[in-house]
C-alpha cells in the first residue's frame, strides 16, 4: 500500500504565487492516469490565465472564495463548490479577498506541463 501525505509533499510556488502540492500523479506515486494537487491561491492573486490542450481539470473549493472565469463565463465560488474545466476551455481563477483561497485540483489524464497553454 502507497500512502502520500500532504504534509510531505514538497510546495511549489508558481510565477503567479500559487502556492501548488502536487499530492498524488504518475511522476511520485502508483497513479498512472489521474493528478491531485493541493493549490492555494494568496489573497490579491489571479491564477495565470490559461487552457489544457488534453486535460480535464476539477476545482474543489476547501477554504475561501475565488471569481472563475472560463471562457467569457464568471461566478463566484465558495467553499463546497466544485468545477469541471474541459480540454482548451481558456480559464482562470482570481482570490480578491484577504484571505487564502484553497482548493484540491484533479486532472484526467494527469497533468503535464506540456499541455498546459498560457494566454493573456
Known sequence: MEVNNLNETPEFIAPDKAVVREWVSPSNSRAKTIS????VIPPGVQVQP???IVLEEHYFIMEGEGE???GDSKQLLKAGDAVVILPRERHTITN????????LV????????ED?????
Open 36 to 39: 491531485m494537487a493541493d493549490i
Open 50 to 52: 490559461h487552457y489544457h
Open 68 to 70: 472563475m472565469e472560463i
Open 96 to 103: 480578491h479577498t484577504d484571505q487564502p483561497l484553497k482548493m
Open 106 to 113: 484533479t486532472c484526467v489524464p494527469a497533468w503535464t506541463p
Open 116 to 120: 498546459q497553454v498560457f494566454v493573456d
